[in-house]
Structures are given as C-alpha cells and as structure tokens.
C-alpha cells in the first residue's frame, strides 16, 4: 500500500495560499482518481488503485506546523515499518525552488519546512520521500511566514496549478515506475 501525505493548514481562510499547495496536488490526483475524502482520525483519507497500485492520500488535519503525529499515525495504521519507509511520498511547498519547479527528494533534513520537520521528529527518521513543490522566495522585506499564507495573484495562481498537475504526473510516475525513475525525469530543470 502507497501512502502520499500532502501537506496543509485546514480551513477555507488557507485554501488558496502557497502552503497548501501539497493539498491541492492530492485534491487534483483524488479527482483524476474518483477518490473522496473522509475524515479518519487526524486526516482526511482517501483509499483506491491507481496505476495498478493501492493506494492511501492523507491529508493532515492538525496545523503544518504539528503534522507529525498525525502522519506516525497513518503509518502505523497501515503497518509500515519505520526504519522502511519507501511506500511514503510527502508533498509539500518548497521556499527554495523557483514557483513552478517540481523535485523529489528521497531523504534529508526539513530544509527548514516546519511540517516535514514535524513529520520528521514523529517518526524519528528523515528516511521518506519529498515531492516538493517550488513556490519561490519573498519578495525583501517580507516575513517567509506571511508569504506562505498569503493568498497568491491570478498570474502566480496559473503557475501554481501547473505545477501541481506535474506534481501529479510526478506522483503517476513514482506509482508505476519507482522513485529513482521519477527523479531522473522529473528534477531536471524545465526547458524554456
């Protein structure tokens, strides 16, 4: 069984800002899926096949910042082990990449993303995947943590959403054809 955990704040006042982008790609790949959320615990899950594969999303429902136990729970729910994570993807919205780029990441630190340093203490290992998606830097001047939580114009909103349908795509690929595939097509960076 996969389990993909995109990463969010709940509520309608969160829907439309940049750190809820890992929501947004598990709400267009459950959409592409016939998949519905339901509310288990301290997520929104939703079960199904896709790609040949079953499959768990899992959307936290505590705050980014206080995701981890929630994602322990969901891991031991369905039994991973987990010193063995390799049935994991994260997605999450990344500072340091460009709005629009795409890239997974099979290990390492938080990069200073407070929910995958959440998951990452929950868990005692840093040993799962990262599909992270690129949402730029702050303009000088502006706090990263507002930035994050700030609604985003119709232009940025456009590149957004592509990337979140090549976060899907991401997420096909690593389904059917392992992690090491999907980094070696989708990390290189994209042609003008």
């Not at 339901?38 to 939703?46: E, V």
């Not at 990069?111 to 005692?124: F, P």
Request: hydrophobic share 40%; with cysteine; glycine share 12%.
């Amino acid at each position: 069984m996969r389990l993909i955990v995109g990463l969010g704040n709940p509520g309608p006042a969160y829907a439309k800002t940049r750190h809820n982008i890992g929501f947004g790609v598990l709400d267009a790949l459950a959409a592409e899926a016939g998949m519905g959320f339901r509310r288990h615990g301290q997520s929104l899950i939703a079960h199904g096949s896709l790609n040949g594969r079953d499959l768990t999303l899992a959307k936290p429902q505590t705050f980014m910042n206080a995701c981890g136990p929630a994602v322990a729970e969901l891991v031991a729910k369905l039994e991973q082990d987990a010193g063995d994570l390799r049935d994991l993807i994260v997605v999450h919205d990344d500072l340091d990449l460009d709005p629009g780029r795409v890239r997974l990441k099979a290990h390492g630190g938080h990069g200073g993303h407070n929910g995958v340093l959440s998951i990452i203490t929950a868990l005692q290992t840093d040993r799962f995947a990262r599909l992270k998606i690129g949402i730029g830097r702050p303009p000088m001047g502006t706090d990263p943590a507002d930035y994050v939580l700030a609604p985003v114009d119709h232009r940025e909103r456009v590149i957004l959403a592509e990337a979140m349908e090549r976060g899907v795509e991401v997420l096909h690929c690593w389904l059917s054809e392992g992690l090491m595939a999907a980094m070696n097509r989708f990390n290189r960076p994209p042609v003008p």
